[in-house]
């Protein structure tokens, strides 16, 4: 392994070029190729990293013994076969979000992760988020109390996609978070969704999560809404979170209220009584979620360190997107989650 990470970025569309302009500003990388087969995005792309090589087959990629590591920002049709190929091949993978379409495919990345002894890490994007990281610490250190139930809205009025319905493209984000928080997969999964816009690929889902505890989650999911909102709530025994990722400064809310239960009661009606308390915004460490993911890969790289969203993680989410795709197309039916 070389002191810095030679990376190449494969993808250079909407998404991939913030990958490349991220690797090429870390100091612990050297971003060695891109790699594209349409002219014009390896040309925006070359423009960021005018130092890199330019490459249009992903095969020639791989055959470059330069690159020790491939971030792979391609349409998710193409993730699992890519990534397997990568492993086989001796490169490092960082796949982006969702890991594969099927979890057959899921489980083929993980048997190609764990033989190659090379580092696979999923871009789940959000669990690097610094207001992320307070509300997990939040979960997980108990000052909520008990989570009892979860919400996320993901909508605006936004870029339509053709190769994937709003499913696939953004429950991703949420699934990851509410999967990391409650540390458990669903048991069921249920999705009604709608095509307004283009036949055949809902841009419009409601998707509803039970746990076995009796913990649920909700998201929602739209590229047709007048507001632009990226929020999940998290609402526990004790107290109540709130990340809205739109909001420039305010990201993280910490509602100190719920209902508390006297030691002792006299009257029914008055057995529960309401608290109103205050509403702490925390300071949040600085960083770009990108950025820090980005760091984080190239440190698993180095390191060995098994990434915080690996594959276990990645076919996790692959996992609840096949069922909820289920739901969806048999028309909202709930699906359950079968154990191997
Ligand atoms: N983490 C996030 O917040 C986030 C945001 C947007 C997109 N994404 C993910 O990034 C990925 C790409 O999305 P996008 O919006 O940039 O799509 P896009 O269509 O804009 O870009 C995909 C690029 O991949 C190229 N490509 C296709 N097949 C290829 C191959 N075999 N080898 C090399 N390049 C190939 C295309 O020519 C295109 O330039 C998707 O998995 C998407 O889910 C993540």
């Not at 870390?26 to 891109?34: G, M, P, R, W």
């Not at 984000?173 to 249920?190: E, K, R």
Request: aromatic fraction near 6%.
């Amino acid at each position: 392994m070389s002191a810095r990470v030679r990376i190449a970025v494969v993808g250079t569309g909407y998404w991939g070029v913030n990958h490349v302009r991220a690797f090429s500003r870390l100091a612990a990388a050297e971003l060695v190729a891109i790699c594209d087969p349409d002219p014009a995005a390896l040309a925006r792309a070359a423009q960021l990293a005018p130092a890199a090589t330019q490459i249009a087959s992903f095969d020639e990629l791989l055959a470059d013994r330069r690159v020790e590591a491939v971030v792979l920002a391609t349409p998710a049709v193409a993730h699992a076969a890519q990534a397997c190929a990568a492993l086989a091949a001796g490169k490092h993978v960082f796949v982006e979000k969702p890991m594969a379409l099927t979890p057959a495919d899921a489980r083929a990345v993980a048997s190609a992760a764990a033989s190659s002894g090379k580092t696979l890490m999923v871009g789940h994007l959000m669990l690097y988020h610094p207001g992320y990281i307070r509300l997990r610490e939040l979960v997980r250190g108990g000052e909520i109390g008990e989570v009892y139930y979860l919400y996320a809205l993901r909508v605006n009025l936004g870029r339509l996609r053709k190769d994937e319905n709003a499913l696939w493209s953004f429950a991703p984000h949420d699934l990851s978070m509410i999967l990391d928080l409650v540390g458990a997969l669903p048991v069921s999964v249920a999705a009604r969704g709608e095509s307004y816009l283009q036949p055949g690929i809902e841009d419009v889902v409601f998707l509803n999560l039970a746990f076995p505890d009796r913990k649920m989650a909700q998201v929602q999911l739209s590229w047709l809404d007048p507001r632009k909102e990226r929020r999940l709530t998290v609402v526990g025994s004790r107290k109540m979170v709130e990340l809205d990722d739109v909001h420039p400064t305010e990201k993280l809310r910490i509602y100190d209220k719920g209902y508390d239960r006297p030691p002792a009661f006299t009257q029914y009606a008055e057995y529960l009584t309401v608290r109103h308390g205050d509403i702490h915004i925390p300071r949040l460490e600085a960083g770009e979620p990108l950025d820090l993911e980005c760091r984080h890969f190239l440190e698993c790289c180095a390191t060995g360190q098994p990434p915080r969203t690996g594959v276990q993680a990645g076919a996790d989410v692959v996992e609840v997107l096949d069922l909820a795709q289920k739901s969806l197309t048999a028309g909202g039916a709930p699906m359950t989650l079968q154990r191997a």
